[in-house]
């Protein structure tokens, strides 16, 4: 079941791209002006990609809209206005209607379509701006540092969104100069994704290493896209806006991390020993935001990084390393199963607005490599996957 949030909107009249907002209610538009009322039905949260309990998808968390931006364009798609809104008023009642007044030009009715894009942060909405038509609109990007981070956290209150307006079941509708269009709705849903380490633990009794031992230090996405088109397509590779990848921790030495991209890693000050139990220690979670991925070149992975063991003893010189696990997003591979009728892809791609929940078990070593991708053998995986409040859940054996 799709969870989105609605936005309610009346329309009148053809606009130019001069306009003024309030969030209070004005007098009916007059002939040379066109009143939009927007009544944003959403909620609010705040998170980060770290050990703790989830977001929700609620008033307090991941629906929250902190600001929108409006295209308004012709049947031809060139640009009649875009405009934004800080600060909408959210909910249902004449009381939470954000109110838009805008010059007109010309008499005659005008077949219009419209676009929001929603949670924009600054120099998104300065480029949105400049647009002329549709489809530059709709090729705008939002970057996942500016959008989803805060003080070097991902946070949950600030999910970049985006909608098509529609009336009834179409995309198109006609204003009127001096008139008032009402019954439009959009339905915003987010741009990113939520991918959560849900359970790991290990079994290594049938593996060459039966007494082997792993210490769980750091988890981290890699290959996060940097940047989606504010494109309101669900395929993924109609969001991709280019092939920069960002790895949480940036580089790796072999000994070290770089430290780039902190918000896409998270480190454990003492490592923790994972065994056979369901869940992660102290029923905690990992979790990180990221964009749509096709995964054609680069797929999106979460990575396991921590020390194994291979006699378990944590006495023999030498006998301990630092091993990856990979965990390559929504593919479909040996090891892994899905929940319902999710299947994963073959090269493991991620689309916008789902939950991607990942259950790891670790049956045998890793890779020594964090770029490395993993021999299915060694990992049991079970996939969640799903539009929110809905998830996707993956499983993996390692």
């Known amino acids: 079941m799709k969870k989105s949030i609605y936005l309610l909107a009346a329309f009148g009249g053809a606009l130019l791209a001069s306009c003024s907002n309030d969030s209070t209610t ?87 379509s419209a676009v929001v894009v929603a949670n924009v942060p600054a120099s998104s909405a300065t480029e949105l701006k400049t647009s002329t ?15 989803t981070v805060s003080s070097d956290i991902q946070v949950s209150t600030n999910l970049p969104m985006s909608g098509d307006v529609k009336d009834g079941s179409v995309s198109t509708f006609s204003l009127t100069p001096g008139g008032t269009k009402t019954g439009l709705t959009v339905e915003l849903t987010r741009m990113a994704s939520r991918i959560t380490l849900t359970s790991l633990k290990s079994d290594f009794s049938n593996s060459p290493y039966p007494h082997a031992t792993f210490k769980l230090q750091r988890v981290l996405l890699r290959d ?72 054609s070149t680069s797929p999106t992975s979460f990575v396991i990084q921590g020390l194994f063991d291979v006699d378990g003893s944590d006495t023999t010189p030498g006998d301990v390393t630092t091993i990856f696990y990979p965990v390559v997003v929504n593919k479909a591979q040996p090891g892994t199963t899905y929940n319902g009728s999710n299947v994963g892809t073959s090269t493991g791609s991620v689309s916008r607005n789902n939950l991607y929940n990942l259950a790891v078990t670790l049956k045998n070593k890793g890779v020594s490599l964090p770029t490395d991708n993993i021999n299915p053998a060694n990992l049991e995986i079970n996939v969640s996957v799903a539009a929110w409040p809905t998830e996707i859940v993956q499983s993996v054996n390692f």
């Open 26 to 112: 004005s007098q009916p538009a007059a002939q040379g002006q066109a009143r939009i009322e927007l009544t944003l039905t959403g909620n609010t949260a705040g998170t980060r990609a770290n050990n703790g309990s989830l977001p929700t998808d609620g008033p307090s968390d991941e629906q929250k809209v902190n600001n929108i931006v409006i295209g308004i364009f012709d049947n031809s798609g060139n640009v009649i206005s875009v405009q934004s809104v800080s600060s909408p008023n959210v909910g249902t009642g004449d009381a939470n209607k954000n109110v838009i007044t805008c010059p007109l030009n010309g008499s005659s009715a005008v077949t219009c």
């Open 224 to 295: 996060a896209i940097a940047a989606t088109k504010v494109t309101t397509s669900a395929t993924p590779g109609d969001a991709m806006s280019g092939t920069t990848y960002l790895t949480g921790g940036g580089t790796w030495s072999g000994t070290a991390w770089a430290g780039d991209n902190p918000y896409l890693f998270d480190r454990l000050d003492t490592p923790v020993a994972i065994d056979g139990s369901t869940t992660l220690p102290g029923s905690k979670y990992y979790w990180f935001y990221a964009f749509a991925n096709d995964g």
């Open 133 to 147: 038509s549709k489809n530059l609109f709709l090729g705008k990007t939002i970057l996942l540092s500016e959008s």
